[in-house]
């Protein structure tokens, strides 16, 4: 992963949070919310992640879509060619989810990441500068 996580919930989001990384000069992870692969889809959250890139094209940026508990979603995201998926089922399935991301040149992330939620905060430039300035610290 690239830098600092930062959850991000809307195309206003991701853009604070790359608009921060971009200040700091520091790289950084954007997240989906838990579970989100079920209601944005890998589509829609690979168009913001995309959209948000677009607009800083220097910021080192990774993008990781949590699936859940849900196999057949982070399936579904890997062969929508997003490259990490979150998965929080049994291990035995994440073994073999593992496996096929990295035939695709993908990651499957299992642990639950650090991360600033930017779901109900006033300010996401603010909070995202003073988050990512926390890993130099």
Same mark, same amino acid.
Do not use: N
């Given at each position: 992963?690239?830098? @600092? /996580? $930062? ?6 989001? /991701?853009?604070? =949070?790359?608009?921060? +990384? #971009? ?12 579970? =989100? +692969?079920?209601?944005?889809? /890998?589509?829609?959250? !690979? =168009?913001? $992640?995309?959209? +948000?890139?677009?607009?800083?094209? @220097? %910021? &080192? %940026? #990774? ?26 089922? &049994?291990? !035995?399935? #994440?073994?073999? $989810?593992?496996?096929? /991301?990295? !035939? ?9 990441? &650090? ?5 109900? %905060? *006033?300010?996401? @430039? #603010? ?8 890993? *130099?610290?």
């Amino acid at each position: 992963m690239a830098g @600092r /996580a $930062i959850i991000v919930h809307s195309l206003d989001h /991701a853009l604070a =949070a790359l608009a921060a +990384a #971009a200040e700091l000069g520091a790289p950084v992870t954007l997240l989906s919310p838990p579970g =989100a +692969a079920a209601y944005m889809g /890998a589509g829609y959250f !690979q =168009a913001l $992640i995309d959209e +948000a890139r677009a607009e800083y094209l @220097r %910021v &080192p %940026v #990774a993008s990781v879509l949590d699936c859940g508990e849900e196999p057949g979603l982070a399936l579904a995201a890997l062969r929508q060619g997003l490259k990490a998926v979150r998965f929080s089922g &049994p291990a !035995q399935v #994440a073994d073999k $989810i593992a496996r096929i /991301a990295g !035939q695709m040149g993908a990651e499957l992330v299992r642990e639950e990441l &650090p991360a600033l939620d930017l779901l109900d %905060v *006033s300010e996401p @430039r #603010a909070a995202c500068l003073e988050w990512l300035e926390g890993e *130099s610290s």
